[in-house]
């Protein structure tokens, strides 16, 4: 290793991380690992248009690449949420305001789903745990205000969400839907479903 290498190196690391950079790095690496897991860190770096050089400075090992596209995921559909639940009262509008504003967040939820090895994260895994049992107590309000048939179990709830928020996601992502028509759809198939109202027709269960 030569003097100049080593110049090199430390002025490389010395440079100030940018947050831009490394956001746009992240989201380069939403895209290309949802299409292609096995990716490298040069695939990544290329999506993103900067040097690999770059994403060791500023991310470092693949590890901590998912790490933190996995606790950019949770904070956005944090902000999101939080976001769209102001001044609804009613816990079912909350649920649907929720569901709408998280379809632009679509693939970095669909990040989580197909990398739960990054659920072993202490913090991420802690950070789940909280998000399913906000989203849980708010199916459960809406039990009880008489909006949500209260013997569908959450499970099954909560994975009709993920199902529809993958569906707004593969159909926008395709060019198929736009992402306002996206969210509108998720939100009228989640809680309206697809078919016209039969008259005479009762839920299952009811």
Same mark, same amino acid.
């Given at each position: ?9 430390i002025?490389?690391m ?8 490394k956001d746009?790095?992240l ?6 690992l ?7 860190l040069?695939d990544?770096?290329e ?10 400075r500023? &991310? ?5 690449? !998912?790490? @933190?596209?996995?606790? #950019? %995921?949770?904070?956005?559909? /944090?902000?999101? +949420? ?20 998280l379809v ?20 991420i895994?802690?950070? &789940? ?5 906000? !989203?849980? @107590?708010?199916?459960? #309000? %809406?039990k009880?205000?008489? /909006?949500?048939? +209260? ?5 099954w709830i909560?994975a ?5 928020l ?6 926008s992502q395709a ?7 996206a ?11 697809i078919?016209k109202k ?8 009811v």
């Open positions: 290793m030569t003097v100049v290498y080593l110049m090199i190196h002025s490389i010395s440079i100030p991380l940018n947050n831009t950079t746009k790095l989201e380069a690496a939403v895209r290309v949802n299409n292609q897991p096995r990716a490298s040069a990544i770096a999506a993103a248009g900067v040097k690999r050089v770059t994403l060791h500023v &991310i470092g090992t693949r590890e901590e690449l !998912l790490r @933190d596209v996995a606790l #950019r %995921a949770l904070d956005q559909m /944090d902000e999101a +949420s939080y976001a769209a639940i102001k001044g609804k009262r009613k816990a079912f509008e909350q649920l649907k305001a929720i569901v709408g504003a632009p967040y679509a693939d970095s939820c669909h990040f989580l789903w197909k990398n739960p090895d990054v659920w072993d994260d202490p913090e895994a802690r950070e &789940i745990k909280r998000h399913d049992k906000e !989203l849980c @107590d708010l199916i459960d #309000r %809406a009880e205000e008489g /909006d949500i048939l +209260s013997f569908i179990p959450n499970s909560i009709s969400l993920d199902a529809v993958y569906a707004a996601a593969s159909t060019g198929n839907i736009a992402t306002n028509d969210s509108a759809l998720a939100i009228q198939t989640l809680f309206g479903g078919t039969v008259k005479g027709m009762q839920p299952v269960g």
